[in-house]
Nanobody
Framework: QVQPVESGGGLVQAGGSLRVSCKASRAITSVFNSKIMAWYRQPPGKQRELVAT???????TYVDSVKGRFTISRDNANKKIHLQMNDMKPEDTTIYYC????????WGQGTQVTVSP
């Protein structure tokens, strides 16, 4: 089974930037490369939210609340995806997860992102 490992979270002040990354080491490269990959987040007490997706050819989509601030990218050779988060807001505080666009991989532990006012 493929369980991505997320990293790069931390504490940042409002207006600051963070870059989170995800590696799907156990995925077969060709399988990873064929998948739409995605970042999700799940605030406490709320359902998991799809934040951004990226196709195998790196065409992105974003939820309205992060458009213009977040950028998703992928490194197919290394089976990684990244999320560059700029102009961060306190409401961005939560755990960030990566998975396929359909949630086909086993969910990892995520990486905690905290934005202070």
């Amino acid at each position: 089974q493929v369980q991505p490992v997320e990293s790069g979270g931390g504490l940042v002040q409002a207006g600051g930037s963070l870059r989170v990354s995800c590696k799907a080491s156990r995925a077969i490269t060709s399988v990873f490369n064929s998948k739409i990959m995605a970042w999700y987040r799940q605030p406490p007490g709320k359902q998991r939210e799809l934040v951004a997706t990226i196709t195998r050819l790196s065409s992105p989509t974003y939820v309205d609340s992060v458009k213009g601030r977040f950028t998703i990218s992928r490194d197919n050779a290394n089976k990684k995806i990244h999320l560059q988060m700029n102009d961060m807001k306190p409401e961005d505080t939560t755990i960030y997860y990566c998975n396929t666009g359909k949630g086909e991989f086993t969910w990892g532990q995520g990486t905690q992102v905290t934005v202070s006012p």
